[in-house]
């Protein structure tokens, strides 16, 4: 297998130093708008690997990125990228006749004139809107392949199979107890990708009513995190789970949760009051005469890179599934999670607990196609696989998972 990684940010660079310890595959190239983030993702890796390649693309140059996988002959596209730039990749590998891979899907657009009642262009929409091209070329894109979405698609469809008769309700529950020290506000993650989540309306869907959408921050409730992380508050976010999930899952309700406490929600209601999550460049003077500026781009400028902040960050993340339902006709609530002490990743890895755990669910994946294990055409989730091989393999990358009765 041959690799196309796009994007040397905090996830590709973790992404680089999970599979360095990997045989699967002979070759990937790390490429990115900045050369240097990529060169410096290599040079990070033991001198004797000689496997990874530093590159330069422009993630939303299509041409360019079709170019870069013929040259390099590679089977596979990593999407490592946010996701404006999902589609002009995902149609450069299947122009390419390569397999795609992604962690974050097609962005959304809220309905026009009712965005908190009903569904406008959904996220994953637009791929979707492709399968059909996908699966006549016989090339597979595994969308939605990260942590959240990704290994909690893979609980879900696990807990159908081996848990569950019959599925009342699935909902994703992320939440940890992160601080960072010498910050009052330092998201763990792109604060590009976090407003774009949080600030779009969410959507549940439910099997009598299909997709619909509430308020940002709706239903608050009080989750019970393990392996002592404990009681946080989570609150209804826009997330692809809700949009994957009911396609290969038989669920009466789904719904995604976000522990992000009161302190996170204030500020990214102020940024939203002010404008500044806004994509739109607004003209801004400068030194060097008018600039073209998104405010959301200036926001994610200001604040600190969060693949830089393991040095400074303590405590653990948890991604994980809650399900409720009847197994042998008695009721049953389960929670299946990934807990990741950032600790041991900074100490094993060099990488922050967030965007590691982000990584290692696409290493994953890539091996399980790489070995035939995990194989098919068109546009399909993690819940289109078998489950049992992902989390068997990884357990065995050394990252085990855990499952709570309720």
Same mark, same amino acid.
């Given at each position: 297998?041959?690799?196309?990684?796009?994007?040397?940010?905090?996830?590709?660079?973790?992404?680089?130093?999970?599979?360095?310890?990997?045989e699967?595959?002979?070759?990937?190239?790390?490429?990115?708008?900045?050369?240097?983030?990529?060169?410096?993702?290599?040079?990070?890796?033991? #001198?004797? =690997?000689?496997?990874?390649?530093?590159?330069?693309?422009?993630?939303?140059?299509?041409?360019?990125?079709?170019? /870069?996988?013929?040259?390099?002959?590679?089977?596979? *596209?990593?999407?490592?990228?946010?996701?404006?730039?999902?589609?002009?990749?995902? =149609?450069? !590998?299947?122009?390419?006749?390569?397999?795609?891979?992604?962690?974050?899907?097609?962005?959304s657009?809220?309905?026009?004139?009712?965005?908190?009642?009903?569904?406008?262009?959904?996220?994953?929409?637009?791929?979707? !809107?492709?399968?059909? $091209?996908?699966?006549?070329?016989?090339?597979?894109? *595994?969308?939605?392949?990260?942590?959240?979405?990704g290994?909690?698609?893979?609980?879900?469809?696990?807990?159908?199979?081996? *848990?569950f $008769?019959?599925?009342?309700?699935?909902?994703?529950?992320?939440?940890?107890?992160?601080?960072?020290?010498?910050?009052?506000?330092?998201?763990?993650?792109?604060?590009?990708?976090t407003?774009?989540?949080?600030l779009?309306?969410p959507?549940?869907?439910?099997?009598?009513?299909?997709?619909?959408?509430? =308020?940002p921050?709706?239903?608050?409730?009080?989750?019970?995190?393990? =392996?002592?992380?404990? #009681?946080?508050?989570?609150?209804?976010?826009?997330?692809?789970?809700?949009?994957?999930?009911?396609?290969w899952?038989?669920?009466?309700?789904?719904?995604?949760?976000?522990?992000?406490?009161?302190?996170?929600?204030?500020? /990214?209601?102020?940024?939203?009051?002010?404008?500044?999550?806004?994509?739109?460049?607004?003209?801004?003077?400068? $030194?060097?005469?008018?600039a073209?500026?998104?405010?959301?781009?200036?926001?994610?400028?200001?604040?600190?890179?969060?693949?830089?902040?393991?040095?400074?960050?303590?405590?653990?993340?948890?991604?994980?599934?809650?399900?409720?339902?009847?197994?042998?006709?008695?009721?049953?609530?389960?929670?299946?999670?990934?807990?990741?002490?950032?600790?041991?990743?900074?100490?094993?890895?060099?990488?922050?607990?967030?965007?590691?755990?982000?990584?290692?669910?696409?290493?994953?994946?890539?091996? /399980?196609?790489?070995g035939?294990?995990?194989?098919?055409?068109?546009?399909?989730? #993690?819940?289109a696989?078998?489950?049992?091989?992902?989390? $068997?393999?990884?357990?065995?990358y050394?990252?085990?998972?855990?499952?709570?009765?309720?």
């Open positions: 297998m041959r690799i196309l990684l796009v994007g040397a940010g905090g996830v590709g660079t973790a992404v680089t130093r999970i599979a360095t310890r990997r699967f595959f002979d070759h990937m190239v790390v490429a990115d708008y900045d050369l240097s983030r990529a060169e410096a993702a290599v040079a990070a890796l033991d #001198p004797r =690997e000689s496997r990874f390649t530093a590159a330069r693309v422009d993630a939303s140059d299509q041409a360019a990125v079709i170019d /870069l996988l013929n040259e390099h002959r590679c089977d596979v *596209l990593l999407n490592a990228t946010d996701p404006r730039f999902v589609m002009p990749l995902f =149609e450069a !590998a299947l122009a390419a006749g390569a397999d795609y891979l992604d962690m974050a899907m097609s962005m657009r809220p309905h026009p004139e009712r965005p908190y009642e009903q569904a406008g262009v959904k996220l994953g929409d637009e791929q979707f !809107a492709r399968a059909g $091209d996908w699966a006549a070329a016989g090339r597979l894109a *595994l969308v939605g392949m990260g942590v959240e979405p290994l909690a698609d893979v609980f879900a469809r696990y807990a159908a199979d081996e *848990l $008769d019959e599925i009342e309700e699935i909902g994703i529950r992320d939440g940890g107890n992160l601080t960072v020290d010498g910050y009052d506000f330092a998201p763990s993650f792109s604060i590009w990708t407003i774009e989540e949080c779009n309306p959507l549940i869907y439910e099997q009598d009513r299909g997709w619909f959408t509430t =308020e921050f709706s239903e608050p409730e009080v989750f019970d995190f393990p =392996e002592g992380i404990g #009681p946080v508050e989570c609150v209804n976010v826009e997330h692809e789970e809700v949009l994957l999930v009911p396609r899952v038989d669920a009466g309700r789904v719904t995604f949760k976000y522990g992000l406490g009161e302190d996170f929600i204030a500020k /990214l209601r102020t940024l939203h009051e002010l404008g500044l999550d806004r994509t739109e460049p607004v003209t801004v003077a400068t $030194d060097h005469g008018p073209r500026v998104s405010p959301r781009d200036m926001v994610a400028a200001v604040l600190p890179d969060p693949a830089g902040l393991g040095e400074r960050m303590h405590g653990k993340t948890c991604a994980g599934t809650w399900v409720k339902g009847t197994r042998n006709g008695e009721p049953r609530e389960v929670y299946l999670y990934h807990v990741v002490d950032n600790q041991w990743s900074m100490r094993e890895y060099g990488s922050q607990a967030v965007v590691w755990q982000t990584a290692v669910n696409p290493v994953v994946a890539l091996e /399980l196609m790489a035939g294990v995990w194989k098919g055409a068109g546009v399909l989730g #993690p819940e696989f078998a489950p049992r091989p992902f989390l $068997d393999l990884l357990t065995a050394g990252s085990p998972w855990g499952m709570r009765e309720q």
